[in-house]
């Protein structure tokens, strides 16, 4: 959480890459929060090491050199990928749930993700069904581990 604060304390919820705007600065918090934690999550599924923080420029990844995650509360949410995301090197792995209850769903290439068929132009980004992933397990054992695409 503190993490999560340090990020916050000068930022509002309503920024240009959030669908969701209108909430307060401390529901805005606590989600950070959450994405912190299933960075945390996953970080410690795959056996990196990890420091919290949050990079809005995309210039890092949120664990190791290239696993994006992505976080929702909702259980059945499907890989939402943004147009910002790194195409030509990043995973995209999605965790669903609230801390102490978080699950890792599954895990697909940012440039798989961003084909036309998962294009959802309504909130110009794409939406990847749960289906579509791969079990994170899978992530372990194929070429995408520990290189870059």
């Known amino acids: ?10 930022r509002s919820a309503d920024h240009n890459s959030r669908i969701v705007k209108d909430i307060s600065w401390f529901a805005y918090v606590a989600q950070m929060g959450e994405s912190i934690a299933a960075e945390y999550v996953v970080a410690k599924r795959l056996g990196f090491d990890y420091t919290p923080g949050i990079t809005w420029d995309k210039s890092k990844a949120d664990v190791g050199d290239h696993i994006e995650v992505k976080w929702s509360a909702n259980p059945a949410s499907n890989l939402w990928i943004q147009e910002s995301d790194r195409q030509d090197r990043d995973i995209a792995v999605l965790v669903t749930g609230s801390s102490p209850k978080m699950q890792i769903v599954g895990w697909m290439p940012v440039a798989i993700a961003k084909k036309p068929r998962y294009r959802n132009p309504s909130q110009n980004n794409w939406s990847v069904p749960q289906i579509n992933l791969q079990p994170i397990e899978t992530l372990q054992r194929s070429n995408y581990a520990h290189s870059v695409i």
């Open 1 to 10: 959480m503190i993490a999560a604060i340090q990020h916050c304390h000068d």
